[in-house]
């Protein structure tokens, strides 16, 4: 039986998380879990093996957060510098076989692992390189990108995040369904996070 190709996830979760106020959304209690530990769960629950953390902002509280799991961090001392350097830090750590890399932001804390599943399972290096989640009308996150776009997504600047590497490979994106609106719902301010956490977690 052919193995599955290797495809790790780097978890953005460096910020400093301004608009949250003086909350590190990353570390708020969401249904009795820290937000960061609630998304790395999934991915750990999902085919992406390694998975890769990225900190900077509160690193000690982030790591803390996460105590016990099977994941590998990578600290950003630029992380005030915007969210490109995360992900510059943490492809830097990607294994050298693994043929592609999930781009997870830290604040999306409905996001499922089935969700992940279905971009891993749709991904191509040839044919699908780069593979977002589309839930309804809209294309959300987390991101997959084959090796090729590593050296692009390293030498991104500011908070664009991987945007314009997609915006830059139009016709290379492939859009994966997916349902629900775990893939389209992150949280970013305080009212964000009373506003999820008073409701039942998906």
């Given at each position: 039986?052919?193995?599955?190709?290797?495809?790790?996830?780097?978890?953005?979760?460096?910020?400093?998380?301004?608009?949250?106020?003086?909350?590190?959304?990353?570390?708020?209690?969401?249904?009795?879990?820290?937000?960061?530990?609630?998304?790395?769960?999934?991915?750990?629950?999902?085919?992406?093996?390694?998975?890769?953390?990225?900190?900077?902002?509160?690193?000690?509280?982030?790591?803390?957060?996460?105590?016990?799991?099977?994941?590998?961090?990578?600290?950003?001392?630029?992380?005030?510098?915007?969210?490109?350097?995360?992900?510059?830090?943490?492809?830097?750590?990607?294994?050298?076989?693994c043929i592609g890399?999930?781009?997870?932001?830290?604040?999306?804390?409905?996001?499922?692992?089935?969700?992940?599943?279905?971009?891993?399972?749709?991904?191509?290096?040839?044919?699908?390189?780069?593979?977002?989640?589309?839930?309804?009308?809209?294309?959300?996150?987390?991101?997959?990108?084959?090796?090729?776009?590593?050296?692009?997504?390293a030498s991104g600047?500011?908070?664009?995040?991987?945007?314009?590497?997609?915006?830059?490979?139009?016709?290379?994106?492939?859009?994966?369904?997916?349902?629900?609106?775990?893939?389209?719902?992150?949280?970013?301010?305080?009212?964000?996070?009373?506003?999820?956490?008073?409701k039942p977690i998906?």
């Amino acid at each position: 039986m052919t193995a599955a190709p290797a495809i790790a996830a780097v978890v953005l979760a460096a910020g400093r998380s301004t608009r949250a106020g003086k909350v590190n959304k990353l570390t708020a209690d969401i249904g009795g879990t820290p937000m960061v530990a609630r998304v790395v769960d999934t991915v750990l629950a999902s085919a992406a093996d390694p998975v890769i953390v990225v900190t900077g902002h509160e690193s000690d509280d982030v790591r803390a957060a996460l105590a016990g799991r099977a994941v590998t961090f990578a600290f950003n001392p630029d992380y005030a510098d915007g969210i490109a350097t995360s992900i510059a830090a943490g492809i830097r750590m990607v294994p050298s076989e693994c043929i592609g890399a999930l781009i997870c932001l830290g604040d999306m804390p409905a996001l499922h692992s089935d969700d992940i599943n279905r971009l891993i399972a749709a991904f191509d290096a040839e044919r699908a390189p780069i593979c977002v989640p589309f839930a309804g009308t809209r294309r959300g996150n987390p991101a997959l990108f084959a090796r090729a776009f590593f050296a692009e997504l390293a030498s991104g600047q500011g908070d664009t995040g991987a945007r314009t590497v997609i915006a830059a490979h139009g016709g290379m994106v492939c859009e994966v369904p997916v349902s629900g609106e775990g893939t389209l719902t992150d949280l970013d301010t305080a009212a964000d996070i009373a506003a999820f956490s008073r409701k039942p977690i998906p």
